[in-house]
């Protein structure tokens, strides 16, 4: 049972443009949402979280949207660079202060 | 500020063999997460401390899997006897507990191979 799905394992988008991740979660019960990179040979490292009390949070060149009635939530990079090819894995937090992950989207920008 | 350190980065062992793996977390961190990452896919939580007791061990295969947090610091995971389906990266995280404080500080992993 996957409380969290990424469904895209990939995308490719062209240097300067904007990087669109989706992510959907089953559980209501969830009450943060968060974003982490993982490049090669690395442990993931937090991006960017959004409360699932907020709509939007933004930092920079990411920017977190959440539609709780729809249960799902997208990560915005606008303009996409090189260096943010990695793989990006939506996660949620219980009530026990636990991350629920998804299987992650390898993000390629093409320059 | 250190971030979480893990040992080792790499360990091949064959099916049956125990291994271990330590981590040492952000200082003053008191919760403190294990969790496996299969090759294409997401990391999953095997064992979740709050100091050094156990919040949540429910997807930890307790037939050959064990952890322990001494001293609400250190921790190590133990695997007895390996699995060929056990070979993945194993991840320790760290993480304060205070409102405010949502995300989870993670260590470069250890990948185990088990042949």
């Known amino acids: 049972d996957q409380q969290v799905k990424q469904n895209s394992p990939s995308l490719s988008v062209q240097e300067g443009r904007i990087s669109i991740l989706n992510c959907d979660y089953t559980?209501?019960?969830?009450?943060?949402f968060l974003w982490y990179k993982k490049y090669p040979a690395e442990g993931p490292t937090f991006l960017i979280s959004i409360s699932s009390i907020k709509d939007k949070n933004e930092d920079g060149r990411f920017t977190v949207f959440l539609n709780k009635s729809a249960k799902h939530l997208s990560l915005h990079i606008v303009p996409s660079q090189p260096g943010d090819s990695a793989v990006y894995f939506c996660a949620a937090r219980g009530s026990a202060r636990q991350l629920t992950f998804g299987s992650g989207t390898q993000l390629t920008v093409l320059p | 500020e250190a971030g979480v350190a893990q040992s080792p980065r790499y360990k091949i062992i064959e099916k049956r063999q125990s291994v271990a793996f330590w981590c040492n977390p952000i200082s003053g961190h008191a919760t403190l997460y294990w969790y496996q990452q299969i090759l294409g896919q997401g990391p999953k939580l095997l064992i979740q401390f709050q100091n050094n007791g156990v919040v949540d061990d429910s997807q930890l295969p307790k037939d050959r899997f064990s952890a322990e947090r001494l001293k609400g610091v250190d921790s190590t995971l133990k695997i007895q006897p390996a699995k060929l389906e056990d070979s993945a990266v194993y991840l320790c995280?760290?993480?304060?507990?205070?409102?405010?404080?949502?995300?989870?500080?993670f260590g470069q992993g250890t990948r185990l191979t088990v042949v």
């Open positions: 995280a760290s993480s304060l507990d205070r409102a405010g404080n949502t995300e989870a500080f």
């Open positions: 559980n209501s019960m969830f009450d943060y």
